[in-house]
């Protein structure tokens, strides 16, 4: 005869065997009512189930619905595809298996993810004019996601995230920790919304402070590009000896482990994106010209993932006094990253020499960064009729101990924001030695330069230093970054 009390326990578990054996049918993290889903490509809808469990999604709105049908393979997993939709009203998601799953609130509009590191981070909270920004933060078609901040040594299926938010002052404020949603983010997407009209706007926040762009970058990435072959062949002989207690969390302390894109990008990429937003390099400031190698394989590799032509718009490191420097690495920093714009296919660079902070390697205007990053967009993806491209150096010529800087994209002229004559430019001899130069603007597009000190120059840079106080821009507002001439 079975005690009462073993009784009572046997009867319990036989009670919850059912539950064991039974898995609900769930989606992937990224999916939740009030998202953004990519307009105008097929739509991938993924999640897990019990092995062999027949699950079917079906998306509802103002047309006909579409349905599509699958069954959990043999670790559970399932995917379905259902036809593109272009802007609409609100659709509602209903997942059908063992259990139900309904989402309702989604927009079909265009997605962008928004990574990098802690200035991509940098929250509302935290930037300037921060409770009126908040305050008027009134946008009900621009949706919010960000992606939780973790580490992973292997690639993971899903990502972890909290759920879609549409734009208020409350979720501006609250989502993504206690700075707020990413300031960067949001001026982005707000300026989008404004210039799209009718497009609804989705934005996924999936950045991690401190880390180097290395952390982002898949693996195979790495032999894409020739420059770092002798880097990947180290990688991939620690990868077969570095254990997994080992990873620390902080990406910094495992830099050339792809520990970033393992939990917050490999999951998202099965999701269709319009394109990415990029801001990150503090990190690896120091490295000069191989910035620009490494940012060659990360777009690698995510365009291997989101197509070959994926816009990839991202930011000149801000100038900052970097305590251990020399006070020359910023500048090898920005002509690698132009570089980067310059080279990489469908890539263009906001640049923010004149909105840094020398005391504060996070400055507080945002606004301007996200803006310039959406005129980017705006002109280069949507087509739009918009001042986004500042001036940039073009060639120079040398006569009379003069050099003639001419420059691309000038707009309506060269001007200075002071009204002061053009500063922070240099001419250097046959010796190789740099000194001040006077700057006097010539024509819309032209600027020469001279300089006592040197009687026959054969060279000119701009804005050399980490904090340089450079004043020449467009007429239009947009500044000329730091250049040097060969």
Not at 136 to 164: C, M, Q, T, Y
Request: hydrophobic share 40%; proline share 7%.
């Amino acid at each position: 005869m079975i005690p009462a009390p073993m009784k009572k326990n046997i009867l319990s578990l036989l009670a919850l065997a059912p539950l064991a054996v039974t898995a609900d049918v769930s989606l992937s993290h990224i999916f939740t009512s009030n998202m953004v889903i990519q307009r105008d490509q097929p739509i991938t809808i993924w999640g897990t189930a019990e092995a062999g469990e027949k699950v079917a999604v079906t998306l509802t709105g103002e047309t006909e619905p579409d349905t599509a049908s699958a069954t959990a393979d043999d670790v559970g997993a399932w995917a379905v595809t259902l036809p593109k939709r272009g802007p609409g009203k609100p659709l509602q998601l209903v997942v059908q298996g063992n259990n139900k799953i309904e989402l309702k609130n989604i927009l079909m509009g265009d997605v962008w993810l928004c990574s990098g590191q802690s200035n991509m981070v940098w929250g509302m909270r935290v930037s300037e004019n921060a409770k009126q920004a908040i305050k008027e933060g009134v946008h009900p078609d621009l949706r919010l996601f960000a992606v939780n901040r973790r580490l992973a040594k292997e690639p993971e299926d899903d990502i972890r995230g909290s759920k879609w938010w549409p734009c208020v002052p409350r979720t501006l404020e609250k989502t993504s920790g206690k700075l707020g949603y990413s300031a960067v983010a949001y001026y982005f997407g707000r300026r989008l919304k404004q210039e799209l009209g009718d497009v609804p706007v989705g934005l996924i926040v999936s950045a991690y402070g401190g880390s180097r762009i290395e952390t982002w970058t898949t693996e195979d990435s790495w032999k894409s590009v020739p420059e770092l072959a002798e880097e990947y062949e180290k990688l991939r002989s620690a990868n077969k000896v570095e254990p997994a207690a080992h990873l620390k969390n902080n990406p910094q302390t495992r830099s050339r482990y792809p520990i970033c894109y393992n939990s917050m990008i490999h999951g998202l990429s099965r999701l269709k994106i319009k394109g990415t937003i990029w801001y990150q390099g503090e990190a690896n400031m120091s490295e000069g010209a191989l910035y620009f190698h490494r940012q060659r394989a990360l777009v690698n590799g995510w365009r291997e993932i989101w197509g070959k032509d994926m816009p990839f718009y991202f930011v000149q490191l801000a100038p900052y006094r970097y305590p251990k420097d020399k006070n020359t690495a910023l500048p090898h920093m920005w002509l690698a990253q132009q570089k980067a714009a310059d080279e990489i296919p469908n890539s263009e660079m906001a640049v923010t020499i004149d909105v840094g902070n020398a005391k504060n390697v996070h400055p507080g205007q945002k606004r301007q960064v996200g803006e310039r990053l959406a005129g980017l967009a705006l002109k280069h993806t949507y087509g739009k009729d918009v001042e986004a491209d500042g001036p940039v150096y073009k060639d120079h010529k040398i006569a009379d101990g003069k050099i003639t800087i001419s420059f691309d994209h000038a707009g309506k002229g060269l001007a200075t924001r002071d009204g002061q004559a053009p500063r922070e430019f240099e001419v250097a001899g046959e010796d190789g030695v740099f000194h001040p130069a006077t700057a006097v603007i010539a024509s819309p597009n032209k600027l020469i330069l001279s300089s006592p000190q040197v009687a026959a120059p054969v060279k000119a840079r701009h804005a050399w230093k980490n904090t340089p106080d450079a004043n020449l821009m467009a007429g239009s507002g947009l500044p000329v970054p730091c250049f040097e001439t060969q």
